[in-house]
C-alpha cells in the first residue's frame, strides 16, 4: 500500500525539482539589464498615470463575481435547449427550478443594493 504512495511522491518530488531547476537555470542564462522603462508599467500602450497601489471599492469585485456566476450558470441552459425535446416534462421542471434558483440569486443581490454602481 505505501508503494502507491511512494510513486507519487517520487512523480511529486521529480516536477517540483525539474520546475526548480528549469527556472534556477532560466535565472543564469537570461540576460539582466533593467531600466526605467523596462520597469514601469505597461497599460495597453499608454503610459501609466499615478500609482499602481489603488485601492478599489469592494462593490467591483463583487459585481464582477455575480457577472461571472450568472454567466457560467447561464452556459448550462444551452445543453438543456439543445436536447430538451428528449427530456420531455423532467427536463422542463429541473430546467425551471435551475432558473428560479438564479433569478431569486438576481433578485437577492438586487435587492442588497450589490449591483448599484455609486
Known sequence: MLD??????VFLFGTVGFVLVTLF??????????SQIKLQNYECGESPVGSSWVQFNIRFY????LFVIFDVETVFIFPWAVVYDTLGWFGFIEMTIFLAILIYGLVYAWKKGVLKWV
Open 25 to 34: 537555470v532560466a535565472k543564469l542564462l537570461r540576460p539582466s539589464r533593467p
Open 62 to 65: 463583487i459585481f464582477a463575481l
Open 4 to 9: 502507491k504512495y511512494l510513486t507519487v511522491a
